[in-house]
């Protein structure tokens, strides 16, 4: 169910008569108008899997568009940016909105905000929110909304402690491998307890060794200070990496020699 949305209304003419938008649902105006939005919303129905906004690139129009369209985005959808390097041109610090004054917002600040969100989640004056990730790159970004349920948690006693494993049918393939791996050892590593990072370990990490299997990697911090006993990452390391060269950095000798 495709929706292009575009400001140049005979532009969208043409290339319909031209049948290059065959196949598509169209949508015409300002992307900084709020009430532009809200047609757009009204029309469409909302409720998107994906945005992708390649717009106008103006920092009001890219955040005017984000705080009404990321509440219709579904939970687990995709919300792309493009083009944010042009967010300091000159040329591009004219569009205002009654929100938002374009002298003076550039919209990749925002974005430096959220970074904190994410880390701190909700701690240190950050705001705790429905996003599940930011990934960047040159020029542009896509943001990750959580999933419905993104984790339905069983405990399991482990060691004296309480381990918990991510149950969710709603990974991707490579997310569910570091899950599975990483539950099926004892102790579990707090990776997928406490912590979420089978996002980014999954998204990144289990692809580069498909590619480099025989990849050297360094992790520093063995677990000594855990409250179960050090190593549950190199055990998991060395489950999901058979071939690759391995190497554990920790500060405290004594706990090294007797894991060793």
Not at 89 to 100: L, V
Not at 126 to 140: N, P
Not at 202 to 231: Q, V, W
Not at 239 to 253: G, I
């Amino acid at each position: 169910d495709l929706w292009e949305a575009e400001y140049n209304a005979t532009c969208v003419e043409v290339s319909t008569r031209q049948g290059k938008l065959d196949g598509f649902n169209t949508l015409v105006g300002d992307q900084g108008d709020d009430n532009t939005l809200d047609d757009w919303i009204r029309k469409s129905g909302g409720e998107f899997d994906v945005v992708i906004d390649d717009g106008g690139h103006h920092n009001c129009q890219i955040t005017t568009s984000f705080d009404k369209l990321w509440p219709e985005l579904k939970p687990g959808g995709l919300y792309f940016i493009e083009d944010m390097q042009v967010g300091k041109w000159r040329g591009f610090r004219r569009a205002s909105t009654p929100k938002c004054d374009a002298r003076t917002f550039t919209f990749s600040e925002r974005l430096k905000e959220w970074i904190d969100d994410l880390i701190y989640q909700g701690g240190y004056m950050t705001r705790k929110w429905d996003v599940q990730f930011m990934y960047c790159q040159a020029e542009a970004c896509v943001l990750g909304k959580e999933p419905a349920e993104l984790t339905a948690r069983t405990s399991d006693d482990v060691g004296g402690s309480r381990g918990e494993k991510i149950v969710n049918a709603k990974l991707l393939p490579e997310e569910n491998a570091f899950v599975e791996a990483a539950g099926s050892l004892m102790p579990i590593t707090d990776k997928i307890t406490t912590h979420s990072y089978h996002t980014m370990y999954g998204r990144f990490l289990l692809p580069y060794y498909d590619r480099t299997p025989d990849m050297k990697m360094l992790e520093i911090g063995l677990g000594c200070d855990m409250n179960y006993e050090p190593g549950a990452s190199v055990a998991l390391w060395k489950k999901l990496f058979p071939r690759a060269n391995l190497w554990e950095a920790e500060y405290n000798a004594t706990c090294v020699e007797v894991s060793t």
